[in-house]
């Protein structure tokens, strides 16, 4: 049997809604030579019936039907194991391959023999295939050094890598696949290990149309907090690249603290997602009965997390409390605008920037200072007067006995 060119991986799982046009988008494209490799997860009749229609219809489709239910990781790291292409595209059961998508980055493999990961832009859809917005890493095609994107991934945590269909990679680069410890950023952190292994190129048109709707994987990890984890295992795991560039370890934590806020704010403003007093436990927390150390570690992850969030609290309270009181007082009076506010929160990083420019200055001053000491010391003037020096200090001990 030939080998294909391209292996698309579609990991499957009750999700007949959407599944016969993403499943088309593959079977439809430029490219001809590849095969789509889908691991169903123990789905519903409604999904398994779709599946084994287009497995009859073309020989290019390999369907595997999990016996019990694996898990979205588990099961998207058995279908890589089964990936005969030389390039493996992976694909998501909801969302659309634009019919182009495979041949464009094929050809970047092709041309680049160093490029470890190609990632594209992608247009958002909803339920009804409607385009809500255009989602982009960078602002034109480009080419990069894989481990620059892993630190400036260290210096904002955001993802540009691109989630599991926009990602195009090398089979021989699979190893183990995703990471099981992952429980949101499972993409993420493989991206980033594809990275180690060469250089990363992004594709500016959208190549993937990625729909949002309420039944997810992310709106379920958004809710639950359990992303959270992702961002202590990925400090840990790639954070010596961006301490090899200069950063502290305590910029780093920052970095990742603040990329929380954004996740939450997205999760808040953008999903619509409730937290009210009885948030929701993450599913993975802390279960005495598992045999998964990644899963016992749980607590103690959260526990550090809490402590690097105090720690930038606290280092952030003053100034933010004082736009807080602000933004509070000017909210109470109606005819306010939104102008003051803005004003003022400038005014305030004005402020900030002031004080880091005298600690600048001071620290100068206090280096000057112990360069005149030592010269001081140093001098002819210093070593003739040591012996006056010396019998003031035997008087004034004689004075106080």
């Known amino acids: 049997m030939t080998r294909p060119l391209i292996s698309v991986c579609l990991p499957t799982y009750n999700g007949e809604d959407y599944l016969r046009p993403a499943i088309e988008s593959v079977l439809n494209q430029t490219v001809r030579d590849l095969e789509l490799v889908i691991g169903d997860d123990n789905s519903n009749k409604e999904t398994r019936a779709i599946l084994e229609e287009f497995a009859r219809k073309d020989s290019r489709v390999k369907l595997t039907i999990n016996e019990v239910n694996l ?36 050809k970047v493999m092709q041309e680049n023999p ?11 859809i909803d339920e009804n295939d409607n385009v809500t917005g255009v989602h982009q890493h960078f602002d034109r095609t480009q080419l990069f050094e894989g481990k620059e994107i ?16 926009q990602i195009f990679f090398r089979t021989e680069h699979v190893e183990n696949g ?19 292994k060469g250089d990363y190129y992004y594709i500016h048109e959208p190549l993937v149309r990625y729909r949002i709707h309420s039944q997810t994987t992310t709106v379920s990890t958004l809710a639950d907090m359990s992303f959270a984890p992702d961002h202590v295992r990925s400090v840990d795991r790639f954070g010596h690249y961006a301490e090899n560039a200069g950063m502290s370890k305590n910029e780093i934590w920052h970095a990742a603290i603040k990329g929380l806020i954004i996740k939450m704010s997205h999760a808040l403003y953008v999903r619509g997602m409730k937290y009210e007093d009885d948030f929701p436990t993450p599913k993975y927390f802390g279960h005495p009965e598992t045999d998964d150390k990644n899963v016992k570690d749980e607590p103690e992850i959260f526990r550090r ?45 004005k402020r900030l920037q002031n004080y880091e420019v005298q600690t600048v200055s001071l620290k100068a001053e206090l280096e000057t200072r112990k360069q005149d000491l030592i010269n001081l010391k140093n001098s002819s003037s210093w ?4 012996p006056l020096r010396n019998i003031s200090r035997k008087r004034n001990s004689d004075l106080r006995n």
């Open 71 to 106: 898990g979205y990781v588990p099961n998207c790291a058995a279908i890589m194991q089964r990936c005969q292409g030389q390039f493996i595209k992976n694909f998501a059961q909801d969302d659309i391959l634009e019919l182009d998508c495979c041949e464009r980055m094929l």
């Open 114 to 124: 160093n490029v470890s990961l190609v990632t594209c832009a992608r247009t958002l």
């Open 150 to 165: 892993i630190k400036l991934y260290l210096t904002e945590f955001v993802n540009r890598t691109g989630n599991p269909t």
């Open 178 to 196: 995703f990471n099981p410890a992952y429980h949101h950023g499972e993409d993420l952190e493989f991206g980033l290990r594809l990275l180690e």
């Open 305 to 349: 997390l809490a402590c690097h969030l105090l720690k930038y609290i606290s280092e952030k309270s003053r100034i933010w409390t004082e736009v807080e009181e602000y933004v509070q007082a000017c909210t109470k009076a109606q005819e306010q605008s939104e102008k003051p506010v803005l004003d003022y929160i400038i005014a305030l990083e």
């Open 383 to 386: 070593r003739l007067t040591q």
